[in-house]
């Protein structure tokens, strides 16, 4: 669908990648909070609404989840799925854990979702141009949502995952950038915390969910690994 659009993609995220990134998200939030357009957006898909809500949307992906794991287990021996018993735990552990920030401050309504997002940014979703200028492309699940959940999707993207200097770098930028503006930034920062493992976790769920579509069961490996290298050490 987007073969018209000449450029190329960028191979790994760099300094120059990173910024061009947070300016992105900064330019775009800076329009909205002034109303330029007077944009009326619709929310993002899996808008980060409210902890319940982001808890939810969790559940209904690992349900799929769970039915690819049950119908491994026929095929596998026992200890290739033996990790998802510890995502298991893990998965229970941090929902009890976020569930009881749900009416603390920062989680109140009048200040969740206050932002736009792009939804699936990336390198996968970048062109340099031949006159080089970088575009965006692919804004099927744009809208309103909260920077907490975009910032955590940047992290922890699987096909182009961050270290933790260039996450880092990258959140404090758009922190100092938005705040310059004039955008406040403190209370989606604590949501972003509140949200970082599952979010990863989440991620791991569509891996696995996407054995469905090719049926590769080399895609388990590619879950069990995203799980112990980059979830599990947490």
């Keep these: 669908?987007?073969?018209?659009?000449?450029?190329?993609?960028?191979?790994?995220?760099?300094?120059?990648v990173s910024k061009e990134i947070v300016d992105f998200i900064v330019?775009?939030?800076?329009?909205?909070?002034?109303g330029v357009g007077s944009l009326e957006?619709?929310?993002a898909c899996e808008a980060c609404t409210s902890i319940h809500q982001t808890i939810n949307i969790f559940k209904n992906k690992k349900e799929v989840a769970d039915k690819v794991m049950r119908e491994a287990e026929r095929y596998c021996e026992s200890t290739s799925i033996k990790w998802y018993k510890k995502f298991d735990k893990l998965e229970i552990s941090e929902i009890e854990k976020i569930s009881k920030n749900k009416d603390k401050s920062h989680?109140?309504?009048?200040?969740?979702?206050?932002?736009i997002s792009p939804s699936d940014i990336g390198i996968h979703n970048?062109?340099?141009?031949?006159?080089?200028?970088?575009?965006?492309?692919?804004?099927?699940y744009s809208g309103k949502d909260d920077l907490s959940k975009a910032m955590a999707d940047i992290e922890t993207q699987p096909n182009h995952l961050l270290t933790y200097?260039?996450?880092s770098v990258i959140k404090e930028n758009i922190i100092k950038k938005l705040s310059e503006g004039g955008v406040s930034?403190?209370?989606?920062?604590?949501r972003y915390e509140d949200i970082r493992i599952i979010t990863k976790l989440k991620w791991c769920v569509i891996i696995i969910k996407s054995k469905l579509k090719t049926g590769e069961t080399?895609?388990?490996?590619?879950?069990?690994?995203?799980f112990e290298e980059y979830i599990g050490i947490e």
């Design 218 to 226: 080399g895609i388990l490996d590619r879950a069990k690994k995203y």
């Design 126 to 140: 970048m062109l340099r141009t031949y006159n080089h200028e970088m575009k965006f492309i692919d804004f099927e």
């Design 185 to 190: 930034c403190e209370s989606w920062i604590e």
């Design 165 to 167: 200097r260039q996450a």
């Design 1 to 16: 669908l987007i073969s018209w659009a000449k450029g190329v993609r960028p191979k790994k995220i760099n300094e120059q």
């Design 27 to 34: 330019e775009m939030n800076l329009a909205y909070s002034k």
């Design 41 to 43: 957006l619709e929310y």
């Design 107 to 115: 989680w109140q309504e009048s200040v969740v979702t206050k932002n």
